[in-house]
């Protein structure tokens, strides 16, 4: 359907404005991540040794490799940092900026079948759901592949149910430059091979030149960055293997990752995250089951190209999901959101979007101020100031991830590399000194995580570590001073606004 000259400058004010009221909360909401400054520390390697094919400077111990499995996400990072300096605020703009991008395009797929009211109104709804909004916060890759997602589903809802190898050409090449973002483009990938394969049971028309076509050029697309990884690392196979097997448990028997289903569904729905903060999912997970039920029945009854468009796209993210057995909270907004996409086909034409709507925008603006409001009253820079009270940028420090926007580019070693100690044959002095350590900043929540192991092994690695790391801290250290951080010094979802103390040391010489 034609957008006016009118109702295209009411979208460009309601983007607008979206952009401007989020840049007031975006270093705020939610809690600033350690991953974040996994990724943005990596990318700031990479600008200063000229160079993509490095690690990360902060993991010594913890095995790394380098690859270009999301290399197109950490160019994408480098004109942020180079114009507004390694922070926060630029890496998180990044996100904001993908995120008025998905709106754009969940607009534009929603008025290939909708109304503008419609279109828009859905638009709006999308934009306030809690999900959304820590997604287009958060320096991940998420935001971009859901932009990946879209225009995936824009292309196949303009070609409005036609299969044809020219379209498995537009496609293959989206879903085979978005390897470059992030693993999880494999499920975009099968997603979008689910999507094609309904449409063609839809014409009763079965088309392999079309599915070999797409198949091969995402495939040929995904080579390229294969190769790329290959000049990184000769062993790049053999050394990703390793790692997914390690750090997810990727190798296990698909019966076993099926049984986990039930389990990620409960977790979304409780909201237990492991340490990121997640909104209140119960509407949003409860509207995804209705709409995927309604529109089924809908697509039995009216072989509606759009329906069975979104709902080949659901069915294949979500049994890609389970091959691969990575059950991330974060990354469930990718098979989420073409459930919302239903919403526009089944409420076209109908009255259902004149209350459905209103109430719907009334729920998620509920659930999404509580969670704002719950993380806005611990900032980010008060954490970082604390510890620049007692500590330089430049000094040698071992630390939690999350400091790693304040410190400098070689001065931080991350605790996770104290789980490797053992393997490496080194005593916590041993690698104190070794090191050149200078200063370490601990908290309480070492010895949270040491008292509950095994639970949260997972996350962190064996804490055996805990008990000889504090007896080197009261033996060989100053105690330069503590603080209070309720927000940041604790990573446990469940525990954060308890009391945590974090303690800033100066190793003796």
């Not at 990044?94 to 998905?102: D, E, K, P, R």
């Not at 430059?177 to 063609?200: D, I, T």
């Not at 719950?374 to 940028?393: E, L, R």
């Not at 090191?435 to 370490?440: E, F, L, P, T």
């Amino acid at each position: 359907m034609q957008t006016t000259r009118t109702q295209r400058m009411i979208l460009l004010g309601f983007l607008l404005a979206y952009f401007c009221v989020n840049l007031l909360f975006l270093t705020r909401y939610p809690l600033v991540h350690s991953d974040e400054s996994w990724l943005g520390g990596l990318t700031r390697n990479m600008l200063a040794q000229g160079y993509a094919g490095v690690t990360e400077p902060f993991f010594d111990l913890k095995p790394r490799y380098p690859h270009a499995i999301k290399i197109l996400f950490h160019l994408l990072q480098m004109p942020f940092i180079l114009v507004f300096g390694y922070s926060v605020f630029a890496l998180r703009l990044l996100s904001l900026t993908a995120g008025i991008a998905a709106l754009y395009l969940f607009y534009r797929c929603c008025r290939t079948g909708a109304s503008f009211r419609l279109s828009l109104g859905l638009t709006v709804l999308v934009s306030i759901n809690g999900q959304f909004i820590a997604a287009t916060h958060t320096a991940r890759q998420e935001i971009l592949l859901l932009c990946v997602l879209l225009a995936l589903m824009l292309t196949l809802l303009n070609h409005r149910g036609e299969v044809t190898t020219r379209l498995a050409v537009k496609l293959g090449i989206l879903t085979g430059v978005s390897v470059s973002l992030h693993p999880n483009s494999f499920l975009l990938a099968a997603g979008c091979g689910s999507a094609l394969l309904m449409l063609m049971l839809l014409k009763r028309r079965f088309q392999w030149k079309v599915l070999l076509s797409y198949i091969a050029i995402t495939g040929g697309i995904t080579l390229i960055f294969v190769g790329i990884s290959y000049s990184f690392d000769r062993q790049f196979i053999s050394h990703y293997m390793r790692y997914g097997e390690t750090e997810f448990d990727l190798l296990v028997p698909v019966g076993n990752k099926f049984s986990q289903v039930f389990a990620y569904i409960q977790r979304l729905w409780l909201r237990q995250s492991g340490t990121y903060t997640l909104p209140d999912l119960k509407p949003q997970l409860i509207l995804c089951a209705l709409t995927v039920l309604i529109g089924a029945i809908q697509a039995i009854r009216t072989k509606a190209y759009a329906l069975v468009t979104s709902l080949g796209f659901i069915a294949g993210t979500l049994i890609a999901t389970i091959l691969i057995g990575r059950y991330n909270q974060l990354s469930s907004i990718l098979w989420m959101f073409p459930c919302l996409l239903l919403l526009a086909p089944l409420c076209a034409g109908q009255r259902l979007y004149k209350y459905g709507i209103p109430i719907l925008a009334a729920i998620f603006i509920w659930t999404s101020t509580g969670t704002v409001m719950q993380a806005y009253q611990y900032a980010y820079d008060d954490y970082t100031t604390n510890i620049a009270t007692y500590v330089s940028p430049d000094t040698k420090t071992l630390a939690n991830l999350n400091t790693g926007f304040y410190f400098d580019n070689d001065a931080l070693l991350d605790v996770r590399n104290l789980t490797y100690l053992k393997e490496n044959e080194l005593s916590f002095a041993d690698y104190v000194q070794s090191r050149g350590i200078r200063a370490i900043v601990w908290s309480d929540e070492m010895d949270y995580i040491y008292n509950h192991r095994p639970v949260f092994n997972v996350l962190y690695g064996n804490p055996r570590y805990v008990p000889e790391v504090e007896a080197f801290l009261t033996e060989h250290c100053t105690l330069l001073g503590s603080f209070n951080a309720p927000g940041y010094g604790m990573r446990i979802v469940q525990e954060i606004g308890n009391p945590c103390t974090v303690y800033v040391y100066q190793v003796n010489p």
